[in-house]
């Protein structure tokens, strides 16, 4: 735990997160471990969000009563993994404005690439939670941050499944001020950039393109 680093190593978190490891769970009920754990770690990454009051009646009197201001949220999927996410964020901030960035690798420079960037208005006055499941090498997760804050953005959070520590220290280096949060930190990066021991590609287990 740190300044720009949460695990939610709490364990009924700990728990999905195993049994969405095992190769043997199949697609809808990854998907729905995903939410679950979405919205458990969604309760973490909202704990310091945007309040004003709003005057209600109790049956005793009236008073000025925080609630939560989800309109000031942007909540933006990084594609395709990170539309697994989305719901669970959404059921806990259904006000939120939702937004979608697409990378994808150029081939011949090896950098990942826009090929879709739609984002709420106004993205410099809201908290920006961006969400993909796999924080892996961190180079697409980067580029996203990236454009987030060519769009404007400036407080970003990054709300993610699982992190390997070569991803951490790539998205610390590039973005110190983007918090992390995730359900745990696994060992490392395999020759092919999957995060061992990992759960295998989150889009492929979640949309049953394996
Ligand atoms: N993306 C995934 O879906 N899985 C990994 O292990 C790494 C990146």
């Known amino acids: 735990m740190s300044e720009y680093l ?57 008073m000025d009563a925080p609630v939560a201001d989800g309109e000031t949220i942007a909540l933006v999927s990084i594609l395709r993994a990170g539309n697994g996410m989305l719901d669970g964020v959404l059921e806990l901030m259904p006000n939120a404005g939702v937004g979608f960035v697409g990378l994808q ?30 924080l892996a090498t961190g180079n697409s ?33 590039a973005h110190p001020d983007v918090h992390i949060v995730t359900a745990a930190v696994d060992r490392g990066l395999n020759d092919k950039g999957y995060i061992m021991p990992g759960l295998g590609d989150a889009g492929d287990r979640m949309f049953g393109t394996v």
């Open 6 to 62: 949460t695990v939610v190593d709490h364990p009924l978190v700990l728990h999905k997160l195993s049994l969405m490891r095992d190769v043997n769970t199949p697609t809808k009920e990854f998907r729905l471990l995903l939410k679950e754990i979405t919205l458990l770690l969604a309760y973490e990454i909202t704990r310091e969000m945007p309040m004003t009051t709003q005057q209600i009646e109790t049956p005793l009197e009236v």
């Open 105 to 134: 690798r150029n081939e011949e420079t090896l950098q990942p690439e826009q090929y879709y960037f739609k984002v709420p208005a106004r993205l410099d006055e809201r908290v920006v939670i961006a969400v993909d499941p796999m």
């Open 141 to 173: 997760s980067v580029a996203a941050i990236d454009l987030l804050k060519q769009a404007g953005a400036r407080d970003i959070r990054f709300l993610c499944l699982l992190a390997a520590p070569e991803g951490i220290a790539r998205m610390q280096e």
